[in-house]
C-alpha cells in the first residue's frame, strides 16, 4: 500500500509533541521531588552545620574578589546576563525573541548569620534571582552606553544592513553584597584553607556544587510553593498533551495499515 506524501512528516512531528509531554511530565515529577527534598532538611544555622547536603540562610558578604555587572556596571558576587532580538514570526503573526548571547560569571563569597559565615563558590548553581536590571534598543534609540561597550568588546552587530538598530532587549540578574540568600549545597572541606591558618574556623567549610546546588532570594516558603506550582502544573500540561498526540498517532498509524 503506497503511503500518502508527507504522512511520515506528520508522524514525526507528532512524536515530538508526545515526547516533549512525555518530557514535561518527567521535569514535573522532578519538580516535586526537589519541593519534597527542600521539605525535608532542616534548615541549618551556619555554625552548625556538617560535611553533606545542607540548607542554609544568610546575608551575601564579598570575599576577596568580587565583579563588575556588564550592564549596570554594579559591584556584585555573581551576574547573569541575556541580549535577544526581537524577530517577526510570520507562521503566527506576532513579535518573538532570538537570543543574542548570554552568559554567567561568579566569585567566591560569604553567607553570614548571627551565628557565623561560610564560603559559598556559587559556579554551576541553578539561581533563581529576579532580572536586576533591563533596557532596550530599537530605531532611533541606541543602547546605553556600557552595552554599546559590551556590545562592541564582543563584536556584536546590533544594526542591520541599513544601519538602522535592530530592536534588542538587555536583561542582567546580579547577586549584590547584603542580598539575604536561601541556599541548598553540599558541604565540604575547604580546601584553600590551610590546617592551623587564623582563618580556618570561619572558612573551614566550602558550599559548593553537589547533587542540588541552588540559590534563592526567596524565603524557603516561597521556594516550596514555586517548585510544588511548576511541578504541578507541568505534569498535569505534559500528561494532556502526551496524552493527546499518543491518540492522535494511534489513530494515525492504525489507518495506515488498514
Known amino acids: 500500500m503506497a503511503v500518502p506524501e508527507g504522512v511520515y512528516g506528520v508522524i514525526a512531528f507528532f512524536v515530538f509533541g508526545f515526547g516533549m509531554g512525555v518530557w514535561s511530565v518527567y521535569t514535573g515529577i522532578k519538580n516535586l521531588a526537589m519541593k519534597r527534598l527542600i521539605q525535608d532538611m532542616p534548615t541549618s544555622t551556619i555554625r552548625s552545620i556538617a560535611i553533606g547536603p545542607v540548607e542554609v540562610k544568610g546575608k551575601v558578604v564579598a ?3 568580587t565583579l563588575m555587572a556588564p550592564f ?8 547573569r546576563y541575556m541580549i535577544e532580538e526581537k524577530l517577526p ?3 503566527m503573526d506576532k513579535d518573538r525573541w532570538k537570543t543574542i548571547t548570554k552568559g554567567e560569571e561568579g566569585r567566591q563569597f560569604k553567607l553570614k548569620d548571627s551565628t557565623g559565615q561560610v564560603v559559598v563558590d556559587p559556579a554551576g548553581a541553578k539561581v533563581e534571582v529576579p532580572s536586576d536590571f533591563s533596557a ?10 556600557r552595552i554599546m ?7 556584536l552587530k546590533f544594526e542591520n544592513f541599513l544601519g538602522m538598530n535592530k530592536t534588542w532587549k538587555y536583561t542582567e540578574t546580579r547577586i549584590e553584597p547584603g542580598a539575604e540568600l536561601y541556599v541548598m549545597a553540599e558541604a565540604t572541606s575547604n580546601d584553600d584553607v590551610e590546617a592551623g591558618s587564623a582563618k580556618q574556623n570561619a572558612d573551614r567549610i566550602l558550599l559548593k556544587k553537589g547533587r542540588v546546588f541552588y540559590i534563592s532570594n526567596r524565603s ?12 504541578i502544573g507541568m505534569i498535569i500540561v505534559g500528561g494532556i498533551f502526551g ?6 498517532l494511534f489513530v ?6 488498514h
Open 149 to 155: 561597550k559590551f556590545i562592541k568588546d564582543n563584536k
Open 220 to 231: 524557603e516558603k516561597d521556594v516550596v510553593k514555586s517548585f510544588q506550582f511548576k511541578g
Open 252 to 257: 494515525m498509524i492504525s489507518a495506515l495499515f
Open 72 to 79: 549596570s556596571g554594579k559591584k556584585c558576587v555573581y551576574y
Open 89 to 91: 514570526d510570520k507562521d
Open 136 to 145: 532596550s534598543s530599537h530605531i532611533g534609540v541606541d543602547p546605553p552606553e
Open 243 to 248: 496524552f493527546i498526540f499518543l491518540m492522535i
Open 63 to 65: 570575599g576577596d574578589e
